[in-house]
């Protein structure tokens, strides 16, 4: 339980800006239909990238806090990666069924 809690309050140190690239995305694929969907999801990938490279170099002091607490780099990112990009697909799925 303490490691769910770790990974969402790391989670909270970028969720909102991929929160408004999701909700963008989101915007776009409610106004035009589902074949627009790859070109979204390529985005919303592209831009974590980028949010894992200014995240991996601004808190690089604290990654130190989640290794002690027995929390490794890699898992770390892989599962909120993980995270966000099923929250991603389930909220494109309502986008859609709700159009």
Known sequence: MTKLRLILTFYKSFAFASSII???????LFANSISVFTILFWFKIITLVV???FINSYKRKEMYYYLNLGISKKALWTSVMVLDLLLFILLTIVTIIIK
């Open 22 to 28: 999701t909700l963008a995305c989101l915007s776009l």
């Open 51 to 53: 949010i894992y490279f």
